[in-house]
């Protein structure tokens, strides 16, 4: 009998057309060959265009789901995105707070502290992003804010490395243990891992090549996502980093131009890549 899969469960909003949010996640998770549970937080309309309107969910469903589904599965990772206002988030933060084992929470929780959409929707509300800072960020093992998420979070700027840097530094004073702050929307792609050690706080740069693609709706959700994968799978944060980039940067690549807007990456592009290799070997044969 195989191996059970690592269980990795998003709580996320549902994005329609299934670039970013929980159907995204889903894929991601899959992709890696974990099993993906859902909470979803929120119902938006949105296409590859822009979001047009957010309903956040009930705090109580939230809660009932979250309760629920780690009563009935070992969950190995958490990835958090989208929480859509206050009331949910403080929902979410009363469930890590006591879930899980022993010490009191679940394992492997990855937040990533989306605050607005990048056709520059409101996707949280005042309420909700203290909720992130005061509570959800102490909570979490690794948090993946891009640059204009991080100068939010902290009230810095962040444009350049040494920027990253100090809001990097920042978020560990709010209570971080690890922080990748992603640069793909800088001139030069950098992501910028720091994370705490017991000699302190070590730090690794990761470079890549810009990619020119119109299909990059939802790349913050697979980023954040992977890691948490990563994770499960027993990865370290820094192999977990890495190997989280290179899915991404794959998943654009690979990504097709759907919608009239920001197209989706492909998440799911090494079933296509196993698909050719398949159909080579068939026609050699």
Known sequence: MADKPPVVLTIAGFDPSSGAGVTADIKTIAAHACYGVSCITAMTVQSTSGVKRVEPADPILVTDTLEELAADMEI??????????????????????????????????????????????????P??????????????????????????????????????????????????HAVVVTGGHLEKAIDLLSFTTKNGIEQ??????????NSTHGTGCAFATAMACHLALDRGVAE???????????????????????????????????????????ESS
């Open 76 to 125: 190995g990772a958490v990835h958090i995105g989208m929480l859509g206002s206050g009331k949910v988030a403080k929902a979410v933060a009363d469930f890590l707070s006591h879930a899980g084992p022993k010490e009191g929470r679940l394992p492997n929780i990855v937040l990533d502290p989306i605050l607005k959409s990048s056709s520059g929707a409101d996707l949280l509300d």
């Open 240 to 282: 977990a980093t890495l190997l989280a980039k290179t899915y991404v940067t794959a998943a654009i690549t690979n990504g097709q131009p759907l919608g009239k807007g920001i197209g989706p990456v492909h998440h799911l592009y090494r079933m296509s890549q196993q698909r050719r290799a398949a159909g080579t070997g068939d």
């Open 127 to 176: 309420a909700g992003k203290r909720v992130v800072v005061e509570r959800l960020i102490p909570l979490c093992d690794v948090v993946t804010p891009n640059v204009d998420e991080a100068s939010a979070l902290t009230g810095l700027n962040v444009k350049d490395l040494e920027e990253m840097r100090a809001a990097a530094a920042r978020l560990h004073e709010m209570g971080a």
């Open 204 to 213: 690794e740069i990761f470079k890549a090549e810009r990619q020119r693609s």
